[in-house]
């Protein structure tokens, strides 16, 4: 094995020339110490091929370093280009990403939010296929970020303007002299859907 393999927190701040707490500082992102300082430490940890012990820094600090995101389908490729996306984001920030597909299940769902309670997860990004958040409670502690689709009982939101969406596409075809314009809508009432209905209607009308 080699050696570099064995080492711990104090090998590298004996190399580095560091207190232990700095390097701790520096692998948790904690602050207090120079850009300079920051460097070396990282250099050295990088020469030495250190590798820090995430199940022990989260148990210590409470924190994973794992954001979850509960997507309805991973194969949807808007859906893919959003993982791809937070993916690339969140490494550079010294996260890593925990993926959970429901297949548009409520029953899974609820399922991957207490599997990502139980991993003590930093938070969540969540594109739920529910029109209300039945275990809303639950995860009240963790940040969570709703994208595209709006539960009733949702905080932060990211979305697109569906309604407008609706209304632009509609019009478009009024414009061209469609007059008799089907409306195909999945039977499930997420708020994507409604709001493509609202602007589709209010360009009719």
Do not use: W
Request: hydrophobic share 35%.
């Amino acid at each position: 094995m080699d050696d570099n393999a064995k080492l711990s927190i104090v090998d590298v701040a004996k190399r580095a020339g560091v207190s232990t707490a700095t390097v701790s500082r520096v692998i948790n992102h904690n602050g207090g110490y120079s850009r300079e300082t920051e460097e070396k430490v990282r250099r050295t940890i990088e020469e030495c091929g250190f590798t820090p012990n995430a199940n022990a820094i989260g148990l210590r600090t409470n924190k994973s370093r794992c954001i979850g995101v509960i997507v309805p389908d991973v194969t949807n490729e808007f859906f893919a280009k959003i993982i791809q996306e937070l993916d690339f984001y969140l490494l550079k920030h010294g996260y890593s990403l925990l993926i959970c597909n429901s297949n548009e299940d409520y029953e899974l769902e609820n399922m991957h939010i207490k599997g990502l309670i139980e991993k003590h997860i930093d938070g969540i990004v969540y594109i739920s296929g529910q029109n209300e958040i039945k275990n809303i409670n639950e995860i009240r502690h963790i940040p969570v970020v709703y994208i595209d689709r709006a539960p009733l009982n949702a905080k932060m939101l990211i979305l697109s303007d569906n309604q407008e969406g609706g209304y632009l596409a509609t019009k478009e075809m009024i414009d061209k002299g469609c007059r008799q314009i089907l409306l195909l809508r999945d039977v499930r009432c997420a708020s994507t859907i409604r709001y493509r209905k609202e602007g589709y209607i209010r360009a009719l009308k």
